[in-house]
């Protein structure tokens, strides 16, 4: 038995690399430029709802799936009320129901920066109220994306 010094057999790393979804990003990133329909593994396998309303998404921001429920295969749904401004601006986002508190934080994040179509001149109601729910689920989802011509 020796005393003070240090065993010399190597530690398990303490952070572990994400190399088999950094290479899924990278071939979707090829795939996406050229590609008709592609498989995305990095955000989409959040897929998102919203209330019956008449005014149209403009820009739909899909959240980031918490990297800690990833490592942890968990998976959940948040439901987000929020207010429609006449110029197509999303306020008073609020979380109404979540499976787990590792989802609110993306949803809410990915609701903010969604825009709607803006109103006409004519057509000017008041604030719109409406619901989305995100689905994080670990299975790929399919989208189809537009042919680009060059």
């Not at 593994?41 to 998404?57: I, S």
């Not at 110029?87 to 990915?110: M, N, Y």
């Amino acid at each position: 038995m020796t005393i003070g010094r240090r065993s010399t057999m190597p530690r398990p790393p303490t952070k572990t690399t994400d190399i088999p979804r950094r290479v899924a990003l990278l071939v979707a990133a090829m795939i996406f430029s050229c590609a008709i329909s592609i498989v995305v593994l990095a955000n989409a396998d959040v897929q998102v709802r919203t209330t019956v309303t008449d005014r149209q998404p403009q820009n739909t921001v899909v959240p980031l799936y918490p990297h800690k429920a990833r490592r942890e295969r968990l998976e959940g749904s948040v439901t987000v009320c929020f207010d429609i401004k006449p110029d197509g601006k999303v306020t008073a986002a609020k979380v109404i129901s979540s499976t787990h508190r590792w989802f609110e934080k993306p949803a809410l994040e990915a609701m903010r920066r969604s825009t709607f179509v803006p109103l006409g001149l004519q057509e000017r109601p008041g604030r719109i109220h409406a619901c989305r729910l995100f689905n994080f689920s670990l299975k790929p989802v399919t989208i189809e994306a537009p042919i680009k011509s060059h």
